[in-house]
């Protein structure tokens, strides 16, 4: 939901030139994933309402092991180290600030540890927290890979257990890496899975790019049965074709995109490289602001992220 704006100026500082060679990174542009729907892959002429409701009890969830069949492992963090250890410099770097990223956020993002560390059992623990701090009532923390890992097209993965509560926002996604030079939305955005968290259940997909931004994304919910989602691991992905992205949640497909599904006159930006984000905010314009029914700290709790391409 509009989280590029404001990072489309932070980031284009910590870049820097790594833009420029990233650009230039892997595009695999062959048809990818064809089990994921259990069809031929092609998935251009599916109608997007035939998506947007679990396909049957789908495939299970990917397997911890990283290896998933027709796929090679490209890119990832599986958050090893000790209790406290910031995350792996080489793979992220840290946004920080309380600027509202855009969205009217209530949190001052930095990069402590009380904030963003490793817990020291293999997972990232991204923690918001009431409290003054550089003007703000609440610190929390987000981090991204747009100077170190772009990627086009793929499956990009992460296994989470979410916070909640009214007024909390985690989110994994991705952001286009011309976004220091074109700004946002032209750069493009991938929510690969955004939650309010009063509603415990409840993801949300969506794109966004010139002309389908913001309030206007193209975006589309799944309430996930079972205990909230707070209350255990889920894998949260997407699979990014040429001409297609489908969302799904523990490899239950719920939502595609395609061009065709554009606002006419607007243009398809995946078609590039894009870096990953992951963060948690306090208040916005998506969630509405804590309340006294929000418990402190809440945090996110990132097992891995994956980034796999087809095999040749």
Request: hydrophobic fraction near 40%; proline fraction near 8%.
């Amino acid at each position: 939901m509009r989280r590029g704006l404001v990072v489309a100026t932070l980031v284009a500082t910590a870049i820097g030139f790594a833009l420029a060679v990233t650009m230039a990174a892997g595009c695999d542009t062959s048809p990818l994933f064809a089990d994921m729907l259990g069809g031929d892959g092609d998935l251009s002429s599916t109608p997007a309402a035939d998506l947007a409701v679990p396909l049957g009890d789908g495939p299970p969830p990917p397997p911890p092991d990283a290896q998933l069949p027709g796929r090679t492992l490209l890119w990832n963090d599986e958050f090893e180290g000790a209790a406290g250890a910031a995350p792996d410099q080489s793979k992220w770097s840290f946004d920080v600030g309380g600027s509202g990223w855009g969205n009217n956020e209530l949190e001052y993002s930095t990069a402590r540890p009380q904030n963003v560390a490793l817990d020291g059992a293999g997972h990232l623990a991204i923690t918001a927290l009431s409290e003054p701090y550089m003007g703000k009532a609440y610190t929390s923390g987000r981090i991204n890979s747009l100077a170190h890992f772009t990627h086009a097209f793929g499956r990009f993965e992460a296994r989470m257990q979410l916070p909640a509560g009214q007024g909390i926002w985690p989110a994994f996604w991705l952001l286009g890496n011309d976004v220091g030079t074109v700004g946002w939305p032209q750069c493009g955005e991938i929510d690969i899975i955004e939650n309010k968290g009063q509603e415990p259940n409840t993801v949300h997909g969506t794109v966004h790019g010139p002309g389908y931004s913001g309030g206007d994304g193209i975006s589309m919910y799944r309430n996930v049965p079972g205990a909230p989602l707070s209350a255990g691991f889920h894998v949260y992905a997407v699979e990014w074709l040429a001409n297609n992205i489908v969302f799904s949640v523990d490899g239950v497909s719920y939502f595609m995109v395609t061009p065709g599904q554009l606002p006419a006159g607007t243009k398809w930006v995946f078609d590039h490289p894009f870096g990953v984000i992951l963060d948690l905010a306090v208040g916005g314009n998506f969630v509405g602001s804590p309340d006294s029914s929000t418990m402190f700290p809440q945090t996110l709790v990132v097992d891995y992220v994956r980034v796999y391409e087809a095999q040749p």
